[in-house]
């Protein structure tokens, strides 16, 4: 719903986003007038819809619902996007230690999974998690500057609950 937006343009930097949801398009359009043409409905993972090149790519664990081959042909596309020098910041990146990793139906290969009927996952689509050689394989054109791998253990009567994420810094 465009929470990040106000940072960005407090900060003088043209913004684009791309939303699959046209709900979403429509209300942030609404509430943020001028930058009517730089929000587009669409599927990132096909076309960025952009003609500009970019200084900066973020993402907010929106690449991690998709298949394997999806995230591959939008990183290429994001690569080729940026300047040289360009950051891709990826947030929330689900980790293979996730505790639901282990549940759900396989999609596309072994880190993708499906059909999770309970938890954070239900009804959500597609999860892709990701482990440390998977990430540098689906990032293999950039030069990696950070990769944070957070894990955190929840016990509550008995059933212990992992809740694991990478946060990346790419470079161009």
Excluded at 15 to 30: M, N, P, R
Excluded at 95 to 122: C, M, P, V, W
Aim: proline share 1%; net charge positive.
């Amino acid at each position: 719903m465009g929470a990040n937006i106000p940072f960005f343009l407090s900060l003088n930097v043209e913004y684009f986003s791309i939303e699959a949801s046209s709900v979403i398009v429509k209300a942030v359009k609404k509430k943020f007038p001028t930058l009517k043409d730089n929000i587009v409905l669409g599927d990132f993972t096909k076309n960025l819809y952009f003609k500009n090149n970019f200084d900066l790519v973020i993402d907010r664990s929106s690449i991690t619902h998709n298949a394997t081959k999806d995230i591959k042909r939008c990183l290429d596309k994001v690569y080729d996007a940026l300047n040289d020098g360009g950051k891709y910041i990826g947030v929330d990146w689900f980790s293979t230690l996730y505790s639901e990793y282990k549940t759900g139906k396989h999609d596309d290969d072994i880190f993708t999974r499906t059909d999770y009927t309970n938890g954070q996952f239900a009804n959500v689509g597609r999860i892709h998690f990701s482990n440390e050689s998977h990430l540098l394989d689906l990032f293999n054109k950039f030069k990696i500057l950070l990769l944070r791998h957070s894990v955190m253990k929840t016990k509550i009567l008995n059933n212990d609950k992992i809740t694991a994420v990478w946060d990346l810094v790419a470079e161009k």
